[in-house]
Nanobody, 118 residues
Framework: QVQLVESGGGLVQFGGSLRLSCSAS????????MGWFRQAPGKEREFVAAITRNSGSTNYADFVKGRFTISRDNAKNTVYLQMNSLKPEDTAVYYC???????????WGRGTQVTVSS
């Protein structure tokens, strides 16, 4: 299993940018599909973006397409979420997820707060 630590959250103005990072422990990072989810106050956690093990494929929620970019560096055991053109509705706690379904493994980080002011 991997342990995940998110960073890079903070307060940003409408239209601004942030880059989130998620660092993973262990030597099997490249075996995991990685994703970002978010949870706003009073709402359920929702999918934001995902990337396959070798970065061959990415997937995005409709509400972030064209604004957010997920990427990973397997040599650094890190996945990133570049967030541009941020909106107040993007305010949420952002969570990193590591998934290895063949082994029944699915791990979460503790999250990082992103707040977008209008």
């Amino acid at each position: 299993q991997v342990q995940l630590v998110e960073s890079g959250g903070g307060l940003v103005q409408f239209g601004g940018s942030l880059r989130l990072s998620c660092s993973a422990s262990g030597r099997t990072f490249s075996s995991y599909g990685m994703g970002w989810f978010r949870q706003a106050p009073g709402k359920e956690r929702e999918f934001v973006a995902a990337i396959t093990r070798n970065s061959g494929s990415t997937n995005y929620a409709d509400f972030v397409k064209g604004r957010f970019t997920i990427s990973r560096d397997n040599a650094k055991n890190t996945v990133y979420l570049q967030m541009n053109s941020l909106k107040p509705e993007d305010t949420a706690v952002y969570y990193c997820n590591a998934d290895r379904p063949m082994f029944g493994i699915n791990n979460w980080g503790r999250g990082t707060q992103v707040t977008v002011s209008s």
